[in-house]
């Protein structure tokens, strides 16, 4: 039985970061998603903390599943700010990141962002440590110390286990 090559592309739009990335990896690297042709296919796109940066959301589902293959998966990964830690922190919580982070979002904006482009939204996993890294960050900017972070990413973690609501949550969406 022959291993099946993966191909693999990515996306950077930062100039520097890319080059790098070239460097470091045999893959190709592409500056913008929506340059990529629709002839191109793939069976799993993942976007790890990018939609809360993107102007116009729907833009980029949109092209995402023009290049996805039928039965390919979208991995999305995205702050949670119906979180405990986004409530505890509010106007501190790093996680808004204004301007950087352009949009926020809950369970409920995925489910609809899935339904309006024809995707099943199958799976949803929690991002156990980004409640430990957020809550941290978001201590610093109060004015708290690093054990206030840590043990504020710990109360979020198991306030999120009843809840189901983690400080960072990964949306597998089928197409």
């Given at each position: 039985m022959q291993d099946k090559k993966w191909e693999i592309d990515g996306i950077e739009n930062d100039e520097g970061a890319r080059k790098i990335a070239i460097e470091k990896n045999?893959?190709?690297?592409?500056?913008?998603?929506?340059?990529l042709k629709e002839k191109d296919k793939y069976d799993v796109i993942t976007m790890w903390h990018v939609l809360e940066h993107v102007y116009d959301a729907?833009?980029?589902i949109e092209k995402i599943y023009k290049i996805l293959k039928k039965g390919g998966v979208i991995i999305i990964a995205v702050p949670n700010c119906n979180s405990y830690d986004a409530k505890k922190y509010k106007e501190n919580w790093v996680a808004y990141?204004?301007?950087?982070?352009v949009s926020h979002f809950r369970?409920?904006?995925i489910h609809n962002i899935a339904n309006k482009n024809n995707l099943k939204l199958k799976h949803i996993e929690p991002m156990f440590f980004d409640a430990y890294y957020i809550s941290i960050l978001s201590s610093k900017k109060k004015g708290e110390n690093l054990i206030k972070g840590i043990w504020n990413g710990f109360k979020s973690n198991i306030k999120a286990k009843k809840e189901k609501e983690y400080s960072s949550l990964m949306y597998f969406l089928y197409k």
């Open positions: 045999d893959i190709k690297i592409n500056s913008d998603l929506l340059s729907q833009t980029y990141d204004l301007p950087i982070h369970k409920s904006d």
